[in-house]
């Protein structure tokens, strides 16, 4: 069963429920024989992730839905072994540069080198590109930056590049000036109450409208939240009626001690309790990348500064990994023992500096 959130996701241009002028603009550049590449920005929930699945499927038709992940090895500059994930279908691949902490640089560039001199081989593919999504572009490092520049001076003919990011201001102008800038805005509360009406619809239910607004004011224009919210009010009061308390859905909370737990406590007996606690999770439907990155934010928000990076690094990582994986709960708990070895090795690191 999945979340609301994904089960009624749009999966075309033309069934996206707003910034239609937006839509109608991706449409004929998709058809134009022209396809630029894009930047794609906004704030979180405003359907960045949704209009970019829905431009491919336009370009390529609904083979992009068909994804595999494979395993690919990289050597950074020390000879290191990096191993990545990439997602990708027959037409396009699909990368998250966190996943390669430092090291994006290597990946960027040695992807999309290998990518740009391949031709496409599927005789009935609808262009003749392939097409390369960055996620979270506004946390590549400088080098990978200067190493995606480059490659989009040289290789045009056979690669196009889309962007997702919340914000411009950290990339690099030379890539901001080769990409079609497409300013994805929080839908507005009017746009937010038809998509809520058109979930309610599809699910169904009649939602009324104070719930309706009361949702909206309390998402902050972020629409993945209202989605949400409403389904987890649904299971709360299922006619939605009477004062509704937005708490903090409950798994919120849930992941919140969980976090707790991790941090209070590095130890094989606290793993299990741990485990314990993803199972009832995962049993209440709450989906595990949901949970891994609920879990993990708040784990960096109650850490030392250093260690911030490398848990999050380490949550992408594992995301990548129980998307394909069948035991999605062998990866969330690699996670935890990760993070708990990271938080062990630190405070070992200053118990000895005091010695200095
Ligand atoms: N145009 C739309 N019409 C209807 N529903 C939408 C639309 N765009 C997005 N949604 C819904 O909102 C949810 C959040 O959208 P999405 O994941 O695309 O946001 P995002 O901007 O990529 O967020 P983030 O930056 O946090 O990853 C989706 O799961 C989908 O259900």
Same mark, same amino acid.
């Given at each position: ?5 994904d ?21 004929? /550049?998709?058809? *134009? ?9 906004g ?23 068909k ?8 050597? *950074?500059?020390?000879?290191?072994? /990096?191993?990545?994930?990439i ?29 740009a ?44 590049i ?18 079609? /800038? ?9 746009e ?7 979930v ?38 299922p ?21 707790? /737990? ?29 949970i ?42 690699a ?18 500096s005091?010695?200095?």
């Amino acid at each position: 069963m999945s979340l609301w959130v994904d089960q009624f996701r749009p999966r075309t241009l033309d069934s996206l429920h707003y910034h239609h002028g937006l839509s109608a603009r991706l449409k004929s /550049l998709a058809s *134009s024989g022209d396809f630029p590449h894009i930047l794609f920005y906004g704030p979180s929930g405003a359907g960045k992730k949704t209009r970019i699945t829905c431009t491919l499927r336009e370009l390529f038709g609904p083979g992009v839905e068909k994804l595999k992940i494979d395993q690919r090895i990289f050597l *950074s500059p020390s000879k290191r072994k /990096l191993e990545i994930n990439i997602v990708q279908s027959n037409f396009h691949i699909e990368i998250t540069p966190s996943d390669a902490g430092n090291y994006d640089r290597v990946v960027i560039q040695e992807l999309l080198k290998e990518i740009a001199q391949t031709q496409q081989v599927d005789l009935n593919a609808k262009q003749r590109f392939k097409a390369v999504v960055i996620n979270e572009a506004d946390s590549l490092s400088r080098d990978a930056q200067a190493a995606l520049r480059r490659t989009m001076e040289k290789y045009m003919s056979n690669m196009r590049i889309i962007l997702c990011a919340n914000s411009t201001s950290k990339l690099i102008a030379p890539i901001k000036s080769r990409c079609l /800038l497409m300013r994805v805005a929080a839908p507005n509360p009017q746009e937010m109450e038809e998509v809520l009406n058109y979930v309610a619809k599809r699910a169904p239910f009649t939602l009324p409208p104070e719930a309706a607004k009361k949702i909206i004011d309390d998402s902050g224009g972020n629409l993945r939240k209202a989605i949400l919210v409403l389904e987890a009010l649904k299971m709360q009061s299922p006619d939605l009626s009477g004062p509704l308390a937005i708490a903090k859905p409950d798994w919120e909370t849930y992941c919140y001690k969980v976090a707790d /737990l991790i941090v209070s406590e590095q130890s094989p007996a606290r793993v299990m309790e741990v485990r314990a606690k993803f199972y009832e999770l995962l049993s209440h439907c709450i989906p595990p990348t949901v949970i891994l990155k609920t879990v993990a934010e708040r784990v960096v928000e109650k850490v030392d500064e250093s260690l911030k990076a490398d848990i999050m690094h380490w949550a992408a990582f594992y995301e990548v990994r129980m998307r394909l994986g069948s035991k999605k709960i062998y990866h969330l708990e690699a996670w935890v023992v990760k993070v708990m070895s990271l938080y062990k090795h630190f405070f070992y690191d200053m118990d000895m500096s005091s010695f200095d």
